[in-house]
Antibody
Framework: QLQLQESGPGLVKPSETLSLTCTVS??????????WGWIRQPPGKGLEWIGSIYYSGRTFYNPSLASRVSISVDTSKNQISLRLNSVTAADTAVYYCARQDYDTTSELYYFDYWGQGTLVTVSS | QAVLTQPSSLSASPGASASLTCTLR?????????IYWSQQKPGSPPQYLLRYKSDSDKQQGSGVPSRFSGSKDASANAGILLISGLRSEDEADYYC?????????FGGGTKLTVL
């Protein structure tokens, strides 16, 4: 059974870099059928896509965050990673990683399976 | 104006039907988009429900009951998630999503209360 597990510090200081890892088990991250994405959700608010990565390393980022975001993949560890720099309190959120399956009709990779998420608080 | 607008809340009775709307910003034609719907219960991640572009181009998520269905209202420029035969376990937040201008965009979500 596919499992996605987010991990990383739960507290980050303002102006520093948020770093999270998503470990995939029960399936290979190197499968050609999938992208892997990061989405966040501030407490009590809606969802925001951060970015996505293919096993080859090809990335897509939300334009609103692109200047501060980097997503990478480590196929040997079956992991994807997120780095978000220069964080502020507005970056406080639950961060989810998710699998993106291929929709053959729309030719898009949509979010079909999500990890449980990890809360990151930005505070001094 | 947001790309996708959802009512913040909706209430309906058990056994009734609920129609959750996702209105696209003026100038963005709902007919050209595949709309994806997810359900999120408190303390849990979102779960994919279904996607809908047209009656001939739609897909139900694995294990998702047929009580959940998608449609569109072209006159309102909106996607619709219809939930029939409401049950208490359908009480959740529901999000719509589209791929727009090379980015995934979420609606603000609708909190559905079943009472």
């Amino acid at each position: 059974q596919l499992q996605l597990q987010e991990s990383g510090p739960g507290l980050v200081k303002p102006s520093e870099t948020l770093s999270l890892t998503c470990t995939v088990s029960g399936g290979s991250i190197s499968t050609t059928s999938y992208y892997w994405g990061w989405i966040r959700q501030p407490p009590g608010k809606g969802l925001e896509w951060i970015g996505s990565i293919y096993y080859s390393g090809r990335t897509f980022y939300n334009p609103s965050l692109a200047s501060r975001v980097s997503i990478s993949v480590d196929t040997s560890k079956n992991q994807i990673s997120l780095r978000l720099n220069s964080v502020t309190a507005a970056d406080t959120a639950v961060y989810y990683c998710a699998r993106q399956d291929y929709d053959t009709t729309s030719e898009l990779y949509y979010f079909d399976y999500w990890g449980q998420g990890t809360l990151v608080t930005v505070s001094s | 104006q947001a790309v996708l607008t959802q009512p913040s809340s909706l209430s309906a009775s058990p056994g009734a039907s609920a129609s959750l709307t996702c209105t696209l910003r003026s100038g963005i034609n709902v007919g050209t988009y595949m709309i994806y719907w997810s359900q999120q219960k408190p303390g849990s991640p979102p779960q994919y429900l279904l996607r809908y572009k047209s009656d001939s181009d739609k897909q139900q998520g694995s294990g998702v009951p047929s009580r959940f269905s998608g449609s569109k209202d072209a006159s309102a420029n909106a996607g619709i998630l219809l939930i029939s035969g409401l049950r208490s376990e359908d009480e959740a937040d529901y999000y719509c999503m589209i791929w727009h201008n090379s980015a995934w965009v979420f609606g603000g979500g609708t909190k559905l209360t079943v009472l």
